[in-house]
Structure formats: structure tokens, C-alpha cells
């Protein structure tokens, strides 16, 4: 029974983790940006930003995150496209 109770809480320990990733802060030298992944997940298909398959983490250095984020920004018209809007100190 034990080993029941313990396998439950791990898988529930597990999934309120990956839930938790509503979101996301990425680490910038000239300040950090919040990434709202539930709000951005909503509007877009997971595609869009991690590629075909299943989603996973991205690695994201400077010249990917402006690539693919403000570059979104700046195709849909919406969203923060200048370097204060996103990056905060």
C-alpha cells in the first residue's frame, strides 16, 4: 500500500510540476524577460515555436529568442517588439 501511495504522490508531484510552467523567466544580461507560456500556448500551436514532434524545451540564446520571439511579434503585429517591453531590470 506504501509503494501505491508513493507511486501516486510522484505522478502527482510530477504533473502539478509540468503544469506550473504557466511561466517561464529567461535569463538576459540586460534584464530578465517573463514568458507567459499559457497565455502564447492559447494563441498558437506548439508547432509554431518548438517544431514538429513533440514539444520539449527550447534553448533559446539571443539571436534565437529575437529571431523567433519578436520576430512573431513583429509578423503578427502584436505584441513587444523594443527591447524595454521584454526585458526588465
Not at 504557466?22 to 508547432?47: I, M, P, Y
Not at 534565437?64 to 513583429?74: I, N
Amino acid at each position: 500500500m506504501k509503494k501505491v501511495l508513493a507511486v501516486v504522490l510522484m505522478v502527482a508531484f510530477s504533473a502539478s510540476a509540468a503544469l506550473a510552467a504557466d511561466t517561464v523567466v529567461l535569463k538576459a544580461k540586460n534584464g530578465n524577460v517573463t514568458f507567459d507560456h499559457k497565455k502564447h500556448s492559447g494563441a498558437n500551436e506548439c508547432k509554431v515555436c518548438h517544431g514538429e514532434g513533440t514539444p520539449g524545451k527550447l534553448t533559446l540564446d539571443k539571436d534565437k529568442a529575437h529571431k523567433l520571439c519578436k520576430g512573431c511579434h513583429e509578423t503578427k503585429k502584436a505584441g513587444p517588439t523594443k527591447c524595454g517591453e521584454c526585458h526588465k531590470k
